[in-house]
């Protein structure tokens, strides 16, 4: 509750305090068992008995995210019960916006900062209980597996690695943006710490055996060297590149890390899979383009098409078409797919009027992951990109109320 309290919402009602609490619960089940994360869900969605009213008037970001949820449920025009397709996963979409829009807490730096503060401290413990754990219990050679994805410890994750990955990349984002920005606010100490906690995030990504999440780390590493090379920050952001680049070849060199590593298979392999999958994706789009096949039969029309393309590792594994955009095209058509272009277009509008950095580098690892995974047929990536698009949007809401001077009651 102190933290709660570190917002300055102590008069403020329980509803407001309510919002934080579970946001922060949300936060911080992302890196633990799916059943867990599905509580937590639960439990910030039934805030919407709070805010129940006759009329209700909430910005068209809210809404279009809305709109994605309900265009998941045509087949019911058609007499499907979409529940035995899962489509309760995707409640979020209609009951986070709500939250949010009605919600009057003012989402500020500093919420945002407890909020992934919370969301980094569960995705590090986790993650380094689980490589303790190995290497306590098991040999080194299931240390190897576990960081390759396939050993029983990454049970305690409950993730597959790319939604993984999302988290300690956020994570990631927001510990180098904290430090660069508060260098002359804090101590020596917290300096230190905070470095250490970045490069052991940065390990965890390369930990992970997809080559994606590594190239977002990359990525967003180059980004960050531009966003902040100024005369501001610049001896700061060497100084720390330095520091953390150093740290992390010393203990690669030191850990024998790509011995036994599975992710050195052919590329070309790889590109030939992902090859088979979006075509795939790409014919089913075609052949239904403006709403899609709907969530009921595009696990049948995928074994078809691979049928046909007599690709037996995905019939066997029953792969989607591990591309976001792709995978929306399929199974909502052009519709879907616009609400989800027009989505992010929308965040990286307004960060281009802010610069935030950390809406930024949201923005870059959805797009970078979502290119070879469908992140949105999963419930840990539904729950990350509506959780956290609604919070940055909400965020970058209150720097325009701020900047302009004026109440905005509709953000």
């Not at 599905?38 to 008037?57: D, G, H, N, T």
């Not at 927001?174 to 390990?203: A, D």
């Not at 089913?284 to 709907?294: E, K, Q, R, S, Y």
Request: with cysteine; net charge positive.
């Amino acid at each position: 509750m102190k933290y709660i309290n570190k917002l300055k919402i102590e008069k403020s009602s329980y509803k407001e305090k309510l919002f934080m609490a579970t946001a922060i619960i949300v936060a911080i089940s992302l890196s633990l068992p799916i059943s867990i994360s599905s509580i937590a869900s639960f439990l910030f969605s039934v805030q919407v008995l709070l805010y129940i009213k006759p009329k209700v008037r909430i910005s068209l970001f809210y809404v279009l995210i809305i709109s994605y949820f309900l265009l998941m449920c045509i087949p019911v025009l058609r007499g499907v019960n979409i529940f035995n397709f899962g489509i309760e996963k995707y409640l979020p979409f209609i009951l986070f916006p709500y939250v949010f829009a009605q919600a009057k807490i003012e989402i500020n730096k500093r919420t945002i900062n407890i909020i992934l503060f919370f969301l980094s401290l569960s995705s590090s413990l986790v993650f380094f209980v689980a490589i303790i754990k190995s290497l306590l219990i098991f040999n080194e050679n299931e240390f190897y597996l576990f960081r390759n994805g396939y050993s029983p410890v990454i049970d305690l994750v409950d993730l597959h690695t790319t939604y993984f990955s999302m988290i300690i990349l956020l994570s990631y984002s927001f510990l180098f943006n904290y430090l660069i920005t508060n260098w002359k606010c804090i101590s020596t100490l917290r300096k230190s710490i905070v470095i250490v906690w970045i490069v052991l995030q940065g390990i965890a990504i390369l930990y992970i055996r997809s080559r994606v999440p590594i190239l977002a780390l990359i990525l967003l590493n180059v980004f960050f060297s531009f966003a902040y090379f100024n005369k501001k920050y610049r001896f700061k952001v060497l100084l720390s590149y330095m520091v953390i680049i150093m740290t992390i070849v010393l203990l690669i060199e030191k850990t024998n890390f790509y011995k036994g590593r599975i992710g050195t298979e052919d590329i070309s392999i790889a590109l030939e899979e992902k090859k088979e999958q979006f075509g795939s994706g790409i014919a089913i789009f075609l052949a239904n383009p403006v709403f899609g096949v709907g969530i009921d039969r595009i696990k049948d029309l995928q074994i078809q098409e691979y049928t046909k393309r007599n690709y037996i590792s995905g019939i066997k594994n029953k792969f989607n078409a591990h591309n976001q955009i792709i995978s929306t095209l399929s199974i909502l058509g052009i519709v879907g797919a616009s609400i989800l272009i027009f989505l992010t277009l929308s965040l990286l509008k307004y960060e281009l009027n802010y610069k935030t950095i950390i809406t930024s580098s949201f923005l870059m690892i959805i797009v970078i992951t979502n290119l070879t995974e469908s992140t949105l047929l999963r419930h840990k990536g539904i729950v990350f990109y509506v959780f956290f698009s609604c919070l940055f949007y909400k965020y970058l809401k209150f720097l325009e109320k701020k900047s302009n001077g004026k109440e905005n009651r509709f953000s």
